[in-house]
């Protein structure tokens, strides 16, 4: 009798050990949650059970304007973008007195699984952000999104190639805001004092890279941990060798596939440039959000950095300073490759889009209009650092006006592979390229895996 | 006589009654965590299990039965064996480092040496801060540029090395630190097991002559053997489970070369958007532990019975 309850206990005690892990696993990914995040996580939960038992007393809720509406908008974008989206929620809850806006930030990396988990469930927001592309594109075809095609959104106002980023099969399912453009940004203070000018074409690159480097200097800083910044030298050299089909052909299997001559080409260069050392020791292992790769360009340790538009934002935010010796310019020409120079790699951030069933359509599409009208574009362009997708805005700041003459004169805009690309081939993409800089898989390895994977999904 | 037997039964049935009230109260008390423990562990686990035998992308509205199809894929796969091992590195650390690691810092407390206080602090400090925090701290330790251990290796006239950068170099880098914040963690288990050890019986020893080695191998060792048991069993299941410190160090990365389980695990279910595929993760994560604690307390068992 002892004995069995003995052996009970300790089935019950392995048992809650067990269980203990399941609780603990709950509190550490709350911890990489900043701040307040979770609190407001709770707030939106709330909000949502609320319209559940509203609707199912009252079915036909848009109509009546009496109706008290909440509805819940989720991003995550930081700093002064959330800054633009709550004045615009503020004019919006000003004209519309019985509605309520929930806004929700969620930190970039955790954004995805947070969307992912609230898909699953039911209490997915009205109103979400994403970056369009195959991501995107994986709700559509899990029939959670809404398309907007035939909804009340003027979608003319919207650039053409930033509002495509989230069609499928010829129908609207997100509507842009920002265009963010990868490019260099230098430290102008250390190209005088080497009597260095921007780079017209790689030669010229090449060049400055091996000056830098005489006189120890960390030529390009990367922090390529996460993988993605290390996947823009992939997509411009591509680019630049194969002109803008290599990608297209590729992806869409239109006579052109992952091995082709561009992306093993590309990734030669690719670790060229890590054999001149044309990077800062250790780069595979530095996060890029923690920051040390930003803090060798302040710290003046290193004298360019390719990187989104968001470095804008990141310097005003971390070091201002460094703002008045900063300079950018373009991925220098190719002379050996077909690709055009003016061809820019860009991604669309945010894109908005609507959740399938949502309890109040009209509501929603109305608010989402507010989110993109001329005052609100007007607002995230003086601010954000970023081009905006929307037509008829005046630009004032200096870097956006930059980009947003390189976004007019592009030849073509490539979007990141790695959010264009189904979210399988997409991983295979930015590890086959991580290795690549690692040096520990070769050019022909790397596209041949690749090639491979797309040839399983499809 | 038969009055009597009357009473008798009459309080036999009260008591009976009382008894049955004290159950009923108990039941009640215990009903909550009960409930709880049903409704938010015991049902996910049994849900995990379900959702392992489905092909489903964690937000469709339908999802395909494929049976078992999802646990051979995943017996096949080779990065799957690639992160099982790393997690038994995490496992073996734990076992031959961190315990014995433990142990001395316990014993290092428990002798008459001064300033015991501070190291206790200084011993127990890393257990108390938040995993997400260390994993920053040692990001920056680990900086190949601007870090203090390269600059110290520098000091040496070591090469720098490129910790988090490389394959087997993360692997350690991330063990190391696994291994100084946990530590302290076992340190203060043994630091009590070792309180409620009586005097006498190192009084006794010493007038026996025993001198410290064997005063260690003879009273401390095998009174907190239990405490090394559950110690064990602490340590086998935290390695397992173990996530927050690889996702904040590396993701899983350089490459993936630091994947485990729970990386591994987390990227199908989120990034890849294979819900079923990471259930039967989860489920053979689960099913590894419980066989491994379940061959932990037999061994505890048979020990105990000799």
């Known amino acids: 009798m002892r004995k069995g309850s003995k052996v009970f206990l300790s089935f019950v005690l392995s048992g809650s050990l067990l269980m203990g892990c399941g609780d603990e696993d709950a509190n550490d990914t709350e911890l990489i949650q900043p701040g307040d995040a979770t609190d407001e996580v709770d707030d939106s939960a709330a909000p949502d059970t609320d319209i559940d038992t509203d609707t199912d007393t009252d079915t036909d809720t848009d109509t009546d304007s009496d109706e008290e509406i909440e509805i819940s908008f989720w991003h995550f974008d930081p700093g002064e973008r959330m800054d633009v989206y709550q004045e615009a929620i503020n004019r919006f809850e000003e004209e519309n007195q019985n509605i309520t806006i929930n806004m929700l930030q969620i930190p970039n990396d955790e954004y995805k699984q947070r969307v992912v988990v609230s898909m699953s469930g039911d209490d997915s927001p009205d109103l979400f952000a994403s970056w369009g592309g195959g991501w995107l594109e994986e709700f559509v075809d899990s ?15 919207f650039i053409d190639v930033a509002l495509e980023n989230s069609v499928f099969d010829d129908r609207v399912y997100g509507v842009p805001l920002g265009i963010s453009v990868y490019n260099f940004f230098y430290n102008t203070e250390i190209f005088e004092e080497y009597g260095l000018e921007e780079p017209e074409t790689y030669e010229d690159l090449l060049e400055i890279i091996d000056t830098l480097n005489d006189n120890d200097i960390y030529p390009i800083a990367l922090a390529n941990q996460p993988m993605w910044p290390g996947a823009f030298y992939m997509m411009y050299f591509a680019d630049r060798v194969g002109g803008e089909d290599a990608f297209n052909d590729a992806w869409r299997r239109e006579g052109g596939s992952w091995d082709d001559e561009a992306f093993v080409r590309a990734g030669e260069l690719i670790q060229d440039l890590v054999e001149r050392d044309a990077f800062n020791p250790g780069f595979n292992g530095l996060p890029y959000d923690a920051g040390s790769a930003r803090q060798l360009i302040y710290s003046d340790q290193a004298a360019m950095m390719l990187m989104t538009g968001g470095f804008v ?24 490759g077909e690709g055009d120079p003016s061809n820019l790699a860009a991604g669309v951030s945010p894109t908005w889009s609507v959740k399938e069933g949502t309890e109040h359509p009209e509501a929603v599409i109305s608010f989402l209009n507010t989110l993109t009208d001329l005052e609100t574009a007007q607002d995230y362009v003086n601010r954000s650092g970023n081009v905006v997708a929307i037509e008829g805005v005046d630009v004032e700041d200096p870097w956006v006006s930059i980009f947003t003459e390189w976004v007019n004169e592009a030849n073509s805009i490539q979007f990141p592979y790695d959010q264009t690309l189904p979210p399988e081939l997409a991983e295979v993409h930015l590890n086959t390229t991580y290795d690549l800089f690692g040096m520990s898989i070769t050019p022909q390895e790397a596209a041949e895996a690749m090639e491979q994977r797309a040839q399983e999904i499809e | 006589m038969a009055q009597q037997a009357d009473v008798l039964t009459e309080a036999k049935l009260q008591k009976k009654k009382d008894r049955n009230n004290t159950r009923l109260t108990i039941a009640i008390f215990l009903l909550p965590a009960i409930l709880t423990y049903l409704v938010f562990i015991l049902y996910p686990i049994f849900d995990t299990f379900v959702i392992s035998l489905y092909r489903w992308n964690g937000i469709s509205p339908t999802r395909t039965f494929v049976g078992l199809d999802n646990y051979t894929t995943l017996l096949q796969e080779s990065r799957f064996w690639f992160a099982f091992r790393n997690n038994m590195y995490v496992v073996l650390l734990s076992i031959f480092v961190q315990i014995p690691l433990g142990l001395v810092m316990a014993l290092v407390l428990f002798s008459k040496i001064k300033g015991k206080k501070i190291l206790n602090v200084l011993f127990f400090l890393p257990y108390l801060m938040s995993t997400v925090a260390v994993g920053l701290l040692w990001i920056f330790m680990y900086d190949p540029v601007n870090g203090p251990v390269n600059r110290l290796f520098n000091l040496f006239g070591m090469q720098s090395v490129h910790w988090l950068a490389g394959g087997t170099s993360s692997l350690i880098a991330i063990l190391i630190v696994i291994a100084w914040q946990f530590a302290p963690f076992y340190m203060i288990l043994f630091r009590a097991a070792m309180v409620g050890i009586p005097e006498e019986h190192y009084e006794s020893a010493e007038i026996d002559g025993a001198s410290e080695t064997q005063k260690f191998f003879y009273i401390t060792l095998p009174s907190i053997m239990p405490t090394i048991v559950s110690s064990s ?8 489970k173990t996530f927050a410190i690889f996702y904040v160090m590396t993701g899983g990365g350089s490459g993936i070369s630091t994947d485990i389980l729970g990386t591994f695990m987390y990227r199908q279910a989120f990034i890849n958007f294979n819900m079923g595929y990471s259930s039967a993760i989860a489920a053979i994560m689960f099913i590894v532990a419980l066989i491994s604690v379940i061959i932990i307390q037999l061994i505890d068992y048979r020990r105990r019975n000799k």
């Open chain 2, 233 to 240: 069993i602490l340590a086998v299941v935290g390695s397992l």
């Open chain 1, 143 to 157: 029939g959670q999104v809404m398309d907007l095609t035939d909804s009340d959104i003027d979608l003319d106002r």
């Open chain 1, 313 to 336: 934002n990141n310097v005003r935010d971390e070091y201002p300073e460094f703002e008045d010796k900063m300079g950018v310019f373009q991925f220098p020409a190719l002379e050996e």
